[in-house]
């Protein structure tokens, strides 16, 4: 396949340092891009997924054999993808470094309850359960920093850290590498998380895993508290014989978007679908939910020798179907030069592997936190931070909340609104704050609550109820 327009971009990935691997990683992607293959999964290709294929982990809970989900668990490693910087949040750092709620007076962040939740399996469950951050440049300092301040955290034979790779966008007028001089980081993206299976083995990662006796490997997103240690799947998943095994859950009117798996028609294998990828005239079949009833929560497992075997067979790089980001150079500028990211997912690996499956789990292994609306939830009284720091929740069924994002989109604009916490959502079915609106404390939404838009910086009083008209008064009706 012809790669002549490629030499700008290999001549950049080299000038910057990156490696062969990576940079025959962006050359899949770029010819693909190219060749103008299809990006694209239709409906008539694929059927759903029927429930009756997929077995519940609540079921397998109750019969799985303890002593064997132990063993399974204690050859199990975690690996984190933590490589975002939360820019859609306004974060200047990474997103790990957020505080999500506070235990006994101390504020958490993400990377302080994966901390938590590791060090607690080990402790109580008498496993070594090796960790390993999946960091890019941009996050690696001061994720290692708060590793070797925990006294309590200590790893010697398994790398803690593996490095993500990047690549250029491209600019959409020129097709060329974009070129960005009032701030050049930005001219650089990641390649997806699917870039995760080369970077794990370009590492050594794999290596260090089976020297470890590891023989099982849980991936999963470091903005998902949800994804926590858990012996029971770990021995479903050493009970199952897969390969790779990805987590779905039950989707609702709010998931319609989500990534789902479905059959390919022609193979039979399961196969990764998002929405991004499915052409507009399937977009209504792709997004009813009572069709397609899954979706991908990002939580997979994979046998390290059979994660070994398929990256040595392909030298690395896994041929992933690739996707089509267009945006902006500047993602905090809708004005900034339009480019392209070309990207992979990390689920898509499913259609590898012939022996893949599925299991469903509870909304309880799905809490991302994405936007700020997410943030609110997770900081109100829905949730309880236990002491294995697990984020513990009565159903897991959340208000929809809709926060104005030109007030509320920004982190520090979210928390100077909110200076005594979120107010209470534990009676409330919707949440929606138009305009811009202030937070005294002990505040709680009921019903549908809804501040509307005053044309003015507005203030809910302390111990006020918001409800489906606003503001209750506060007197007496004769």
């Given at each position: 396949m012809?790669t002549?327009g490629?030499?700008a971009?290999?001549?950049?990935?080299?000038d910057?340092?990156?490696?062969d691997?990576?940079?025959?990683?962006?050359?899949?992607?770029y010819?693909v891009?190219?060749?103008?293959?299809?990006?694209?999964?239709?409906?008539k290709?694929?059927?759903p997924?029927r429930?009756s294929e997929?077995?519940?982990?609540?079921?397998?809970?109750d019969?799985?054999?303890?002593?064997?989900?132990?063993?399974?668990?204690?050859k199990?490693a975690f690996?984190?993808?933590?490589?975002?910087?939360?820019t859609s949040?306004?974060l200047?750092?990474?997103?790990?470094m957020?505080?999500v709620?506070?235990?006994?007076?101390r504020?958490m962040r993400?990377i302080?309850?994966?901390?938590?939740?590791?060090?607690s399996?080990?402790?109580?469950?008498?496993v070594?359960?090796?960790?390993?951050?999946?960091n890019?440049?941009?996050?690696?300092?001061?994720?290692l920093?708060?590793?070797k301040?925990?006294?309590r955290?200590?790893?010697?034979?398994v790398?803690?850290e593996?490095?993500?790779?990047k690549?250029?966008?491209i600019?959409?007028?020129?097709?060329?590498?974009v070129?960005?001089?009032?701030d050049?980081?930005?001219?650089?993206?990641?390649?997806?998380?699917g870039?995760?299976?080369?970077?794990i083995w370009?590492?050594?990662?794999?290596?260090?895993?089976?020297?470890?006796g590891?023989?099982?490997?849980?991936i999963?997103?470091?903005?998902?508290l949800?994804?926590?240690?858990s012996s029971t799947?770990s021995?479903a998943?050493?009970?199952?014989g897969?390969s790779?095994?990805?987590?779905?859950?039950?989707?609702t009117?709010?998931?319609?978007k989500?990534?789902?798996?479905?059959r390919d028609?022609d193979?039979?294998c399961?196969?990764?679908?998002?929405?991004?990828?499915?052409?507009?005239?399937?977009l209504?079949s792709?997004?009813?939910y009572?069709?397609?009833?899954f979706?991908?929560?990002?939580?997979i497992?994979?046998?390290?020798?059979?994660?070994?075997?398929?990256l040595?067979?392909?030298d690395?790089?896994?041929?992933?179907?690739?996707?089509?980001?267009r945006?902006t150079?500047?993602?905090?500028?809708s004005?900034s030069?339009?480019v392209?990211?070309?990207?992979?997912?990390?689920?898509?690996?499913i259609?590898l592997?012939?022996?893949?499956?599925?299991?469903?789990?509870?909304?309880?292994r799905?809490?991302?936190?994405?936007?700020?609306?997410d943030?609110?939830?997770?900081?109100?009284?829905?949730?309880?931070?236990?002491d294995?720091?697990?984020?513990e929740?009565?159903?897991?069924?959340?208000?929809?909340?809709?926060l104005?994002e030109?007030?509320?989109?920004?982190?520090?604009d979210?928390n100077?609104?909110?200076p005594?916490?979120?107010?209470?959502?534990a009676?409330?079915?919707?949440?929606t704050?138009?305009g811009?609106?202030?937070?005294?404390?002990?505040?709680s939404f009921y019903?549908?609550?809804?501040?509307?838009?005053?044309?003015?910086?507005?203030?809910?009083?302390?111990?006020a109820?918001?409800?489906?008209?606003?503001?209750?008064?506060?007197?007496?009706?004769?």
């Amino acid at each position: 396949m012809a790669t002549s327009g490629f030499d700008a971009f290999e001549a950049k990935m080299r000038d910057e340092g990156m490696t062969d691997l990576s940079i025959s990683q962006f050359r899949r992607l770029y010819d693909v891009w190219q060749s103008k293959e299809a990006h694209q999964i239709p409906e008539k290709n694929v059927t759903p997924v029927r429930e009756s294929e997929i077995k519940n982990v609540s079921d397998i809970h109750d019969s799985i054999d303890h002593d064997f989900a132990m063993e399974a668990f204690r050859k199990t490693a975690f690996l984190k993808l933590n490589g975002g910087l939360g820019t859609s949040m306004g974060l200047e750092g990474p997103k790990s470094m957020l505080t999500v709620r506070r235990h006994k007076a101390r504020p958490m962040r993400f990377i302080d309850i994966i901390l938590g939740q590791v060090i607690s399996s080990r402790t109580r469950q008498d496993v070594p359960l090796p960790l390993t951050l999946m960091n890019s440049f941009r996050t690696s300092e001061e994720s290692l920093r708060v590793l070797k301040r925990n006294r309590r955290f200590h790893q010697s034979n398994v790398p803690v850290e593996i490095l993500q790779h990047k690549e250029p966008k491209i600019d959409v007028k020129t097709g060329g590498p974009v070129s960005w001089p009032a701030d050049p980081a930005l001219e650089w993206c990641p390649p997806g998380h699917g870039d995760v299976f080369s970077t794990i083995w370009e590492s050594g990662l794999l290596d260090a895993l089976t020297d470890a006796g590891i023989e099982y490997l849980f991936i999963s997103n470091s903005d998902n508290l949800g994804a926590r240690p858990s012996s029971t799947l770990s021995g479903a998943f050493a009970q199952s014989g897969s390969s790779f095994m990805v987590e779905v859950s039950k989707k609702t009117p709010a998931d319609r978007k989500g990534g789902q798996i479905v059959r390919d028609k022609d193979t039979g294998c399961l196969m990764l679908r998002e929405i991004s990828q499915v052409p507009p005239e399937d977009l209504s079949s792709a997004m009813n939910y009572r069709r397609h009833r899954f979706f991908n929560t990002n939580n997979i497992w994979a046998r390290v020798d059979a994660l070994r075997d398929i990256l040595a067979s392909n030298d690395g790089v896994l041929n992933l179907p690739v996707i089509v980001n267009r945006k902006t150079v500047d993602p905090s500028d809708s004005q900034s030069r339009k480019v392209i990211q070309l990207e992979t997912a990390m689920g898509a690996a499913i259609s590898l592997f012939p022996d893949s499956s599925c299991i469903e789990v509870g909304r309880a292994r799905f809490l991302p936190v994405k936007t700020t609306n997410d943030l609110f939830v997770m900081r109100s009284d829905r949730f309880h931070l236990t002491d294995a720091f697990e984020m513990e929740d009565g159903n897991y069924v959340f208000p929809d909340v809709n926060l104005d994002e030109r007030y509320y989109k920004n982190i520090n604009d979210f928390n100077e609104r909110f200076p005594y916490g979120v107010p209470s959502i534990a009676a409330a079915n919707t949440v929606t704050v138009e305009g811009d609106w202030y937070f005294g404390h002990d505040v709680s939404f009921y019903g549908d609550a809804r501040l509307t838009d005053n044309g003015a910086p507005s203030y809910v009083p302390n111990g006020a109820f918001v409800g489906p008209q606003g503001i209750e008064p506060d007197e007496w009706i004769a």
